[in-house]
């Protein structure tokens, strides 16, 4: 069995901070979201990967290399145009070949272990499965409406949903499924869906399987959902823990876990935590208090003397200075620069 990782998406909600990176290389909890994806996939004992690019994404290929750190071996394909994810796999065909597959979406981060979803693919022998997971909001997703503990059908964000059972980006494929790729038309939003591709299996009565996750499980495409994802994947790895990097100085500080500061940092007289990922380089001087909250590399913060929660602040940004207020949010793209003055308080008359 070989794995595929679709990463060509442009991630436009995710701008600013998805302007100058890929959004698969934004991190959680001090790592990409794409190397949770490859070793979702090296523990499922795939090592043939193969990795859906955008041409201009070459920060992809030199953060991930040939893949022998992660006891993979990498093979990169191009999606020159934004045209869905069922276009996106047929990229990678010739690498497909003949083999089944694993299919994830690079921006998509799970909890779960994914051999529930092989086992049932592999006992059943069947064309595909799928995962699954209940949501709040199903109109957003593809839904699978089941009947009878089978599939019955799958619709792209449905506007009237008969289920809450979304499609979560994780599947599995025989090579049987570019038949029906070969024979789709751009959906109504211009793409060709994999959801569609799903469909027409169950048209020709195909066997298609499903697991269910209860884990946690975040699409990191909004600055909202990427926090949400920080925080669950903080609280995995790390508990109430803190994780300093060896190279790093923490002087005069309280720590509230789960944190984790990554290397060549410089921290003192600050209130850290809980929930806050601190990337390489980065210098925090006197803030009073910053929690739930991500800070790419060489994020730069002086004489913050107010609450900073739920903020994002880009590679190489800056903020200085003491305003009146008691708290803020901040989405900061990269090298950004914020001086708050110090102001008096207007006299009575």
């Not at 592999?122 to 009878?148: N, T």
Request: glycine share 8%; hydrophobic share 40%.
């Amino acid at each position: 069995m070989k794995g595929l990782i679709l990463c060509a998406g442009r991630g436009t909600r995710l701008y600013p901070l998805s302007y100058s990176q890929p959004k698969t290389l934004l991190p959680v909890a001090n790592h990409p979201v794409l190397y949770y994806c490859i070793q979702k996939l090296v523990e499922s004992g795939i090592h043939e990967i193969g990795i859906v690019i955008h041409p201009s994404q070459s920060q992809i290929k030199e953060y991930v290399g040939d893949g022998s750190r992660f006891s993979a071996k990498l093979h990169f394909f191009e999606q020159a145009q934004p045209l869905g994810i069922a276009h996106a796999v047929k990229q990678a065909r010739d690498f497909l070949q003949d083999s089944p597959f694993l299919l994830l979406l690079g921006d998509n981060l799970l909890m779960d272990s994914l051999a529930q979803l092989r086992a049932t693919f592999e006992a059943a022998q069947a064309d595909c499965s799928i995962l699954l997971r209940q949501v709040d909001r199903p109109q957003d997703y593809g839904i699978a409406e089941l009947k009878d503990g089978q599939i019955v059908s799958i619709t792209e964000k449905p506007k009237q949903p008969k289920s809450n059972l979304a499609v979560i980006g994780a599947y599995l494929f025989t090579p049987d499924i570019f038949t029906i790729i070969d024979t789709l038309q751009p959906s109504a939003r211009g793409e060709y869906e994999i959801t569609d591709a799903i469909q027409g299996l169950l048209l020709q009565n195909r066997k298609i399987t499903y697991a269910i996750t209860h884990g946690d499980y975040s699409d990191v495409g909004t600055i909202e959902r990427w926090l949400s994802a920080n925080r669950w994947m903080l609280e995995k790895r790390f508990g109430k823990e803190i994780s300093v990097g060896a190279t790093s100085i923490v002087e005069n500080c309280e720590l509230i876990g789960p944190v984790v500061i990554g290397e060549g940092c410089v921290i003192r007289n600050s209130k850290i935590g809980p929930y806050v990922s601190i990337q390489d380089g980065a210098e925090l001087i006197n803030c009073y208090e910053i929690r739930d909250s991500i800070l790419l590399e060489k994020t730069s913060m002086i004489d913050i003397d107010w609450e900073v929660q739920r903020s994002v602040f880009g590679r190489s940004s800056q903020m200085v200075g003491k305003p009146q207020e008691h708290n803020g949010i901040f989405i900061v793209s990269d090298r950004s620069y914020i001086l708050f003055p110090q102001t008096k308080k207007r006299s009575e008359p």
